[in-house]
């Protein structure tokens, strides 16, 4: 039998009749989804709609047909507009690049229903084995500890934390690299607060010698003693530990480091006569950094810093954290702040925050504008009544005469003088 009825007949190839056949609506636009059935000389449609406004939407129909069926549900697309996409070389999508979204999402979410029996096969949890839920992750909570950080009962945490949280969870290595002040250190103390789990914080920015890092011995009342330095404590206490700005540490602690980066390595303490300390199951690790991978754009912003190699970074999960939104910030400001800020006065300052980080980036000023500086300057302000007196201290003083005039400028745009 010929193929009039197809859209594409081309060479005759079945082939050719897979692919995404869309049309424009008001909203956006509609399509339907040709790709091979899972037996022989079937075809699955799938069919779903895409939002002007609300970006790609997800599948609404998912059906197996049979040739003729496809043949004449083609017929029917064509009377109703739909035309096959095709990219400039004017070659349809190839299935497997059409079926990977699909089936992406059947094994996702197959993941995520065996986890969720996982979970619900687990013991009841004792006292000490509660959890706390963190966005919409459960996190078990450690025993108390005197280096359990405080609550920031201010503290926002975005949905975009979520995936950072669950890999805290599964105990994977996490680094967190971004600007000065973007909330890297903060986002673990107050994961680690919520869930009671002690931290250890190590910089790397300054004296940190890998004796501090790693043990030393000496000499207490006559006798030899060995100390642990931050990571086999971490390691044998279940702490928490984020080395903070690792793109500055020496090589000899990023070797004891790479050690322990699976999640049940175990470091050799060479100076003790090896002896090997085991992960307590509560330990984490996390390393901060400002200029690693994705922000080596900003080297030189950052002087000293090294650049990480790509076996090492591999290692980690590394996420990028961007200052908060401007409508997240806000918030901050008046819970931070509560119950003196109030929201027109937030919603200016963080307006402010927002144009001071966009001439950062058209690199009109080169200091960024951390939500530190923000929130120091806002409480500065409400203390004297004048936002002016109060950028002295809290911004003007720390940054160059050319941007201190730049951000005047920003500020002035936002505030007028007072009558
Ligand atoms: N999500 C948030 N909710 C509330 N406050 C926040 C949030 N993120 C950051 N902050 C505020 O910003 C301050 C600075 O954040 P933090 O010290 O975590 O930044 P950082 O990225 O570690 O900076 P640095 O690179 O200088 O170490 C925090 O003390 C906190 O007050
Ligand atoms: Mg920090």
């Known amino acids: 039998m010929s193929t ?169 290595r996490v680094m967190l690299i971004g600007h000065t002040g973007a909330g890297k250190t903060s986002l673990i103390e107050q994961v680690a607060a919520r869930s009671q789990h002690g931290v250890l914080r190590s910089n790397m920015n300054g004296q940190t010698t890998v004796g501090d890092f790693v043990g030393f011995w000496t000499v207490k009342g006559g006798e030899t003693l060995w100390v642990d330095g931050v990571l086999p404590t971490a390691m044998r206490e279940g702490l928490w530990l984020i080395v903070d700005e690792i793109d500055f540490a020496e090589p000899s602690i990023l070797a004891a480091l790479t050690a322990v980066l699976e999640p049940q390595g175990r470091l050799v303490l060479k100076e003790k006569g090896n002896e090997i300390v085991a992960p307590h199951p509560a330990f984490r690790l996390f390393a901060t950094a400002n200029a690693v991978g994705a922000m080596s754009q900003f080297r030189h912003l950052y002087q000293g810093a090294n650049l990480m190699n790509e076996a090492f970074l591999d290692r980690w999960r590394v996420y990028l954290l961007d200052y908060l939104l401007p409508t997240e910030e806000t918030d901050v400001l008046i819970r931070t702040l509560a119950p003196h800020m109030t929201r027109p006065l937030a919603t200016t300052l963080a307006a402010i925050a927002a144009d001071c980080r966009a001439a950062f980036a058209r690199e009109d000023l080169s200091s960024a504008f951390s939500t530190r500086r923000l929130l120091d300057w806002a409480e500065l302000m409400l203390r004297t009544g004048d936002p002016e007196r109060a950028a002295g201290p809290a911004i003007y003083a720390k940054v160059s005469p050319e941007d201190a005039a730049l951000i005047r400028g920003i500020i002035r745009h936002h505030i007028a003088p007072a009558a």
């Open 4 to 172: 009039p009825d197809l859209i594409e007949p081309e060479d005759g190839n079945k082939d050719d009749n897979l692919g995404l056949y869309r049309r424009a609506t008001q909203d956006g636009a509609e399509w339907w989804r040709v790709s091979v059935g899972d037996r022989p000389e079937t075809y699955r449609l799938e069919h779903g709609a895409d939002d002007h406004e609300k970006g790609a939407g997800t599948v609404d129909i998912d059906l197996v047909v049979d040739e003729e069926n496809l043949r004449a549900k083609l017929k029917k697309w064509r009377r109703e507009g739909f035309a096959i996409e095709r990219n400039a070389a004017g070659e349809t999508a190839a299935p497997t690049r059409i079926a990977f979204m699909p089936e992406l999402q059947r094994a996702s979410a197959r993941m995520l229903a065996a986890k969720l029996r996982d979970a619900a096969g687990h013991a009841p949890h004792d006292a000490t084995t509660d959890s706390v839920r963190i966005g919409n992750v459960d996190v078990r909570c450690g025993a108390a500890h005197p280096l359990v950080p405080r609550v920031n009962p201010a503290y926002l945490f975005p949905a975009r934390f979520n995936d950072i949280v669950t890999d805290i969870v599964e105990n994977r």
